[in-house]
């Protein structure tokens, strides 16, 4: 019944399969050649080849590229660490091998051999990593052991090190292998598991520039395991640097001033200091900070343990992502406001009696005893609540919330960091679609002194009050200056970008800037602390009240726990009429901005303005003074230079 | 008919299962060598692929059960049955080491790129066994045959195994030797496959694929990535000289100098322990099993018969030439296993069912 399927195989076929046979006894000839030729010809030649074969291929890590300031300064840099490692199939006597290295390297001996031996199978003859960052004393016990210790080898790496641990170290991010998860993934399919990576801020954004290539070398090995000879070597290439606009004395400035004394934890707060006419981030400080130096090798639980459960979260970053209502550094911009919508000039007086009534409630200036008559000047220069209460009525919440936009408030400044906020500008229909309830016209009360549902990170502000100080241009805060290659040839520079401008014409921008000028220059300015000798200053206090006012406001500041202290927020810039740098301060549980933050942005704006004169004083002579064997000077310069110091 | 009647039983080739017992236990052997880590037990490789010898086993067994002439009306249904493994794993599978090629059910897993290979060869075979290739003149008439082999390899493409797909329309390929084609045409498909991949070159091929080709060129170009294998592996080989190093005293091997050892490479390993004779021995028994294929197909009593059996000879053959080229340093390293010695479960059960339906053809060929 299956005959009719085939009857007999075609000649044809069977000619063509003899072909096959051929092909099968050609392909298979040849193999055998050349296994002739491998083998017998070759043989010994390869066989030598193959005792002398002890090779051992050594990654050569790449060193990290260079987070540099603005003058070139490194921030984080790389060193030399020493590693110990272990390569399981040539340690020939465990019993011995493991007490003596722990003794030599401390730590225990039953630990670092069952790290040794537990990855079983065929990874027996790549060695094991024990220790990554060994001391050079207890390099110093490993090295004259080593006959007795065969199968260890230690080995040379770079390593990240950030030269002041806490210089800034939410900006520049942290170290940490790379992860099981993101090996998966396509942005890392060249990594390899326990490869370095950068993991947050700076070392993460700019990671595939800093990272360099690693290289590798094939090395003959002996019976103790030592390098004998080295065969081929591909250098590895370091990665580049990345200049940023930090200013290296600026920053360490505002660090001090967080800083306790007593070994106690810094003061929690935040610091920025932006140049408005290009948005150089000069100052980027989140304090309490922690040294990023113990994350580089896996940081130890104890450490983890410390900074996640301290109930100042270091961890945290309060400058890009910390969001607080800006109390009355609001008002500024809801001054402009005003003044554009033509609802205030400088002519419109508000009687401030100490506090102002809207409907049944009773809303309090922050004096009790009142203002009297107050102009926008005055409301400025005294921070009057009264005056904004009844300016920001007449505005409403969704005009102030359209010039908030205006100054960059209420969208991410724009960093490029993950972890940056957009803060929170509030208007009638975002509380309709987040809380499916109408706006209430009391809280455009709060809103106008800043409270409420406000909320703006300290760079948020410091965009904001650039963009007051330059005239009305929004610009990008700008962190990377430029990139280069490990010689310092530029790559890439980061050209200014303009984000958007306030809506606000330059005739009222200069009426708000006459009134934050008075709060450093009138004697009864919240900001007079700050003046600094020779320069005009301009600024704004606030608080950010962290609970509700009817709860402490018949305390005395001293005598409120220091939780529920309000934040104290200052912000200034100077020279008034030209600006150049930008300050914004907040100092958490501070109290009021005036006595808190106001002496900070004070102490950078001064050494910011003492190291602006002493760059712009004359050289001491070069020309005189460099030791050229012949100075050739012109009598004019040697006129010049004197005229330069007279001047002075 | 599904039962193994006496005429058949008096015919078992007896021989051709000889052969494979040979072999698999060499094959065997040769792993334990390869995945052997000092003193103690087992390697969890070679037991997997002892397990899946059992399974191995059972295909094989199951392949010469069923008359060869009913797996005419199978060879469909496996065909797309193997497609839609195939489409799955491209669906389903992890990306497991650059490429997606299996498909894991709880402790299973498989790759069914391999078993897409015996698929096509049935589909491939029963339809030369219907359109006698003696009367193709013309390559258009190849069409149909020519899209049954492309379904499968550009499944496999898509997974970016670039060696088994390679594999795959070489296995496919090999039907076309029995047609009657004229040489110009032929000319003319070789001209478009150098501009195909000339193509590929600058368009189709990763970083690393390039990479294998050009190590292969010259394997001193890097040294220390995958030209680093081909001179391992030469100097593996070389080292072996006549008699070899003996059994588990290949320095190369033991010293795992060769990442893959035990799969593409296995070959290395039995060429450095036993010298010159081993792998004579070795590919000696390879060909008398490809060779005595042939013959089965030439003695069979019809065209299907003889297509399956020289389609089960090109499963064996091709990855077999492949890969002993590749060790040799006679061909880039593309990852293609050594059938019967490479670890690797799916490729064993392929090659088992292979082998048992080249016993079914050999066994029925008196039947009339």
């Given at each position: 019944?299956?005959?009719?399927?085939?009857?007999?195989?075609?000649?044809?076929?069977?000619?063509?399969?003899?072909?096959?046979?051929?092909?099968?006894?050609?392909?298979?000839?040849?193999?055998?050649?050349?296994?002739?030729?491998?083998?017998?010809?070759?043989?010994?030649?390869?066989?030598?080849?193959?005792?002398?074969?002890?090779?051992?291929?050594?990654?050569?890590?790449?060193?990290?590229?260079?987070?540099?300031?603005?003058?070139?300064?490194?921030?984080?840099?790389?060193?030399?660490?020493?590693?110990?490692?272990?390569?399981?199939?040539?340690?020939?006597?465990?019993?011995?091998?493991?007490?003596?290295?722990?003794?030599?390297?401390?730590?225990?001996?039953?630990?670092?051999?069952?790290?040794?031996?537990?990855p079983?199978g065929r990874r027996?003859?790549?060695?094991?990593?024990?220790?990554?960052?060994?001391?050079?004393?207890?390099?110093?016990?490993?090295?004259?052991?080593?006959?007795?210790?065969?199968?260890?080898?230690?080995?040379?790496?770079?390593?990240?090190?950030?030269?002041?641990?806490?210089?800034?170290?939410?900006?520049?991010?942290?170290?940490?292998q790379v992860r099981e998860s993101q090996l998966k993934t396509r942005a890392f399919a060249d990594y390899r598991a326990g490869e370095?990576v950068?993991?947050?801020?700076?070392?993460?954004?700019?990671?595939?520039?800093?990272?360099?290539?690693?290289?590798?070398?094939?090395?003959?090995?002996?019976?103790?395991?030592?390098?004998?000879?080295?065969?081929?070597?591909?250098?590895?290439?370091?990665?580049?640097?990345?200049?940023?606009?930090?200013?290296?004395?600026?920053?360490?400035?505002?660090?001090?001033?967080?800083?306790?004394?007593?070994?106690?934890?810094?003061?929690?707060?935040?610091?920025?200091?932006?140049?408005?006419?290009?948005?150089?981030?000069?100052?980027?400080?989140?304090?309490?900070?922690?040294?990023?130096?113990?994350?580089?090798?896996?940081?130890?639980?104890?450490?983890?343990?410390?900074?996640?459960?301290?109930?100042?979260?270091?961890?945290?970053?309060?400058?890009?992502?910390?969001?607080?209502?800006?109390?009355?550094?609001?008002?500024?911009?809801?001054?402009?406001?005003?003044?554009?919508?033509?609802?205030?000039?400088?002519?419109?007086?508000?009687?401030?009696?100490?506090?102002?009534?809207?409907?049944?409630?009773?809303?309090?200036?922050?004096?009790?005893?009142?203002?009297?008559?107050?102009?926008?000047?005055?409301?400025?220069?005294?921070?009057?609540?009264?005056?904004?209460?009844?300016?920001?009525?007449?505005?409403?919440?969704?005009?102030?919330?359209?010039?908030?936009?205006?100054?960059?408030?209420?969208?991410?400044?724009?960093?490029?960091?993950?972890?940056?906020?957009?803060?929170?500008?509030?208007?009638?229909?975002?509380?309709?679609?987040?809380?499916?309830?109408?706006?209430?016209?009391?809280?455009?009360?709060?809103?106008?002194?800043?409270?409420?549902?406000?909320?703006?990170?300290?760079?948020?502000?410091?965009?904001?009050?650039?963009?007051?100080?330059?005239?009305?241009?929004?610009?990008?805060?700008?962190?990377?200056?430029?990139?280069?290659?490990?010689?310092?040839?530029?790559?890439?520079?980061?050209?200014?970008?303009?984000?958007?401008?306030?809506?606000?014409?330059?005739?009222?921008?200069?009426?708000?800037?006459?009134?934050?000028?008075?709060?450093?220059?009138?004697?009864?300015?919240?900001?007079?602390?700050?003046?600094?000798?020779?320069?005009?200053?301009?600024?704004?206090?606030?608080?950010?009240?962290?609970?509700?006012?009817?709860?402490?406001?018949?305390?005395?500041?001293?005598?409120?726990?220091?939780?529920?202290?309000?934040?104290?927020?200052?912000?200034?810039?100077?020279?008034?009429?030209?600006?150049?740098?930008?300050?914004?301060?907040?100092?958490?549980?501070?109290?009021?901005?005036?006595?808190?933050?106001?002496?900070?942005?004070?102490?950078?704006?001064?050494?910011?303005?003492?190291?602006?004169?002493?760059?712009?004083?004359?050289?001491?002579?070069?020309?005189?003074?460099?030791?050229?064997?012949?100075?050739?000077?012109?009598?004019?310069?040697?006129?010049?230079?004197?005229?330069?110091?007279?001047?002075? | 008919?599904?039962?193994?009647?006496?005429?058949?039983?008096?015919?078992?080739?007896?021989?051709?299962?000889?052969?494979?017992?040979?072999?698999?236990?060499?094959?065997?052997?040769?792993l334990?060598?390869?995945t052997?880590?000092?003193?103690?037990?087992?390697a969890p490789e070679v037991r997997r692929q002892l397990t899946a010898l059992a399974i191995g086993t059972m295909a094989l067994?199951a392949a010469?059960?069923v008359?060869?002439?009913?797996l005419?009306r199978l060879a469909m249904p496996a065909y797309v049955a193997t497609l839609v493994l195939l489409l799955l794993t491209l669906v389903l599978a992890p990306v497991i080491r650059g490429s997606q090629g299996w498909l894991v059910f709880g402790p299973v897993r498989i790759q069914p790129s391999e078993l897409a290979r015996v698929g096509a060869v049935l589909v491939l075979a029963r339809?030369?066994?219907?359109?006698?290739?003696?009367?193709?003149?013309?390559?258009?008439?190849?069409?149909k045959p020519a899209a049954l082999l492309v379904a499968p390899v550009t499944l496999i493409v898509l997974q970016r195994d670039m060696g088994v797909a390679l594999l795959t329309l070489l296995v496919g390929t090999?039907?076309?030797?029995?047609?009657?084609?004229?040489?110009?045409?032929?000319?003319?498909?070789?001209?478009?496959?150098?501009?195909?991949?000339?193509?590929l070159?600058?368009f189709g091929l990763r970083d690393y694929q390039r990479g294998r080709?050009?190590?292969?060129?010259?394997?001193?170009?890097?040294?220390?990535?995958s030209?680093?294998?081909?001179?391992?592996?030469?100097?593996?080989?070389?080292?072996?000289?006549?008699?070899?190093?003996?059994?588990?005293?290949?320095?190369?091997?033991?010293?795992?100098?060769?990442p893959t050892q035990h799969t593409d490479f296995v070959?290395?390993?039995?060429?450095?322990?036993?010298?010159?004779?081993?792998?004579?021995?070795?590919?000696?028994?390879?060909?008398?099993?490809?060779?005595?294929?042939?013959?089965?197909?030439?003695?069979?009593?019809?065209?299907?018969?003889?297509?399956?059996?020289?389609g089960c000879?090109a499963l064996l053959?091709w990855p077999?030439?492949i890969n002993?080229?590749m060790?040799?340093?006679?061909?880039?390293v593309i990852g293609v296993p050594l059938p019967l010695f490479s670890y690797g479960g799916s490729a064993l059960l392929a090659n088992l069912a292979t082998i048992g339906l080249?016993?079914?053809?050999?066994?029925?060929?008196?039947?009339?």
């Open positions: 019944m299956l005959g009719n399927l085939g009857s007999g195989l075609d000649p044809h076929v069977e000619r063509r399969v003899t072909w096959l046979s051929l092909l099968v006894i050609v392909a298979f000839s040849i193999f055998g050649l050349r296994l002739f030729q491998l083998q017998v010809i070759q043989g010994e030649a390869l066989r030598l080849r193959s005792e002398r074969n002890r090779i051992r291929t050594v990654r050569l890590e790449a060193p990290r590229g260079q987070i540099l300031d603005r003058e070139g300064r490194p921030i984080a840099t790389t060193r030399a660490a020493f590693s110990l490692q272990a390569i399981p199939a040539e340690v020939r006597q465990p019993d011995v091998t493991w007490p003596v290295l722990a003794e030599l390297v401390g730590g225990e001996a039953g630990a670092l051999r069952e790290r040794v031996e537990k079983r027996r003859f790549q060695p094991v990593d024990l220790v990554g960052d060994l001391s050079r004393d207890a390099l110093a016990r490993v090295e004259s052991h080593r006959y007795a210790l065969p199968g260890v080898t230690t080995d040379v790496r770079p390593r990240r090190l950030y030269v002041d641990g806490e210089f800034a170290p939410h900006l520049l991010g942290t170290l940490g370095v950068g993991q947050s801020g700076i070392e993460s954004l700019l990671e595939a520039h800093l990272r360099g290539r690693a290289g590798g070398r094939n090395v003959v090995v002996d019976v103790a395991g030592r390098e004998v000879e080295v065969l081929e070597e591909v250098e590895p290439e370091p990665g580049g640097s990345v200049v940023l606009s930090l200013d290296w004395d600026l920053q360490e400035i505002a660090r001090q001033a967080y800083r306790r004394e007593s070994g106690g934890v810094d003061r929690a707060g935040a610091v920025v200091a932006l140049d408005p006419r290009n948005g150089d981030v000069l100052v980027l400080l989140s304090s309490p900070g922690y040294d990023p130096n113990d994350f580089v090798g896996g940081i130890d639980t104890a450490t983890w343990r410390s900074l996640n459960d301290n109930p100042r979260r270091p961890l945290h970053d309060r400058v890009l992502s910390g969001q607080y209502p800006p109390g009355s550094t609001y008002k500024p911009i809801v001054a402009a406001a005003a003044l554009e919508e033509g609802i205030a000039n400088a002519e419109t007086r508000v009687f401030c009696p100490g506090h102002w009534k809207l409907g049944r409630r009773t809303y309090r200036c922050w004096k009790r005893a009142g203002h009297g008559w107050v102009d926008m000047q005055k409301a400025l220069v005294e921070s009057c609540d009264v005056f904004f209460y009844e300016i920001g009525r007449k505005l409403g919440i969704d005009r102030i919330a359209y010039f908030a936009r205006g100054f960059g408030l209420g969208r991410k400044p724009g960093i490029g960091l993950p972890q940056e906020k957009a803060g929170l500008v509030p208007t009638t229909a975002w509380k309709l679609a987040r809380r499916g309830e109408p706006w209430i016209g009391g809280e455009t009360i709060s809103a106008a002194i800043g409270q409420g549902y406000n909320l703006v990170t300290p760079l948020q502000l410091a965009v904001a009050t650039a963009t007051l100080a330059n005239g009305g241009t929004q610009i990008r805060p700008r962190i990377v200056l430029r990139r280069t290659d490990r010689d310092g040839r530029i790559l890439e520079v980061t050209h200014p970008e303009v984000r958007g401008t306030a809506p606000v014409a330059l005739e009222h921008l200069e009426r708000v800037r006459d009134g934050m000028i008075g709060v450093v220059s009138s004697p009864r300015g919240t900001g007079h602390a700050v003046a600094v000798k020779g320069l005009e200053v301009a600024a704004k206090t606030g608080t950010a009240q962290v609970v509700g006012l009817q709860h402490t406001e018949d305390l005395d500041e001293e005598e409120i726990a220091e939780h529920h202290r309000d934040h104290a927020w200052f912000i200034a810039y100077a020279p008034a009429k030209a600006p150049e740098i930008v300050v914004t301060v907040l100092v958490e549980h501070g109290g009021h901005g005036g006595s808190a933050a106001g002496p900070v942005a004070g102490k950078l704006i001064q050494a910011w303005w003492d190291k602006k004169q002493a760059a712009l004083a004359p050289a001491e002579s070069p020309t005189l003074e460099d030791g050229s064997p012949e100075p050739v000077v012109t009598a004019d310069a040697v006129v010049e230079g004197e005229g330069d110091r007279a001047a002075n | 008919m599904l039962r193994i009647d006496r005429r058949s039983a008096q015919n078992f080739d007896w021989l051709l299962l000889g052969l494979t017992v040979v072999l698999v236990g060499m094959g065997l052997a040769n334990w060598s390869a052997h880590s000092g003193p103690g037990g087992m067994v010469v059960a008359d060869y002439r009913h005419q339809w030369f066994a219907r359109n006698p290739p003696s009367q193709i003149r013309q390559l258009r008439e190849l069409w090999t039907f076309v030797v029995f047609v009657r084609i004229p040489a110009r045409a032929w000319a003319g498909v070789a001209a478009l496959g150098v501009a195909a991949f000339a193509g070159w600058s080709i050009l190590d292969f060129v010259d394997p001193g170009r890097d040294p220390l990535s030209g680093y294998q081909a001179i391992q592996s030469t100097i593996a080989v070389g080292s072996g000289g006549l008699f070899g190093k003996g059994y588990l005293e290949g320095t190369q091997t033991q010293l795992r100098f060769l070959f290395s390993v039995l060429a450095e322990e036993w010298g010159l004779i081993g792998s004579f021995v070795v590919l000696g028994l390879f060909i008398a099993l490809l060779l005595w294929g042939l013959v089965i197909a030439r003695n069979s009593k019809d065209n299907f018969g003889a297509f399956l059996a020289v000879v053959f077999a030439a002993v080229a060790v040799l340093g006679l061909a880039p080249l016993l079914n053809v050999s066994m029925r060929r008196y039947m009339f």
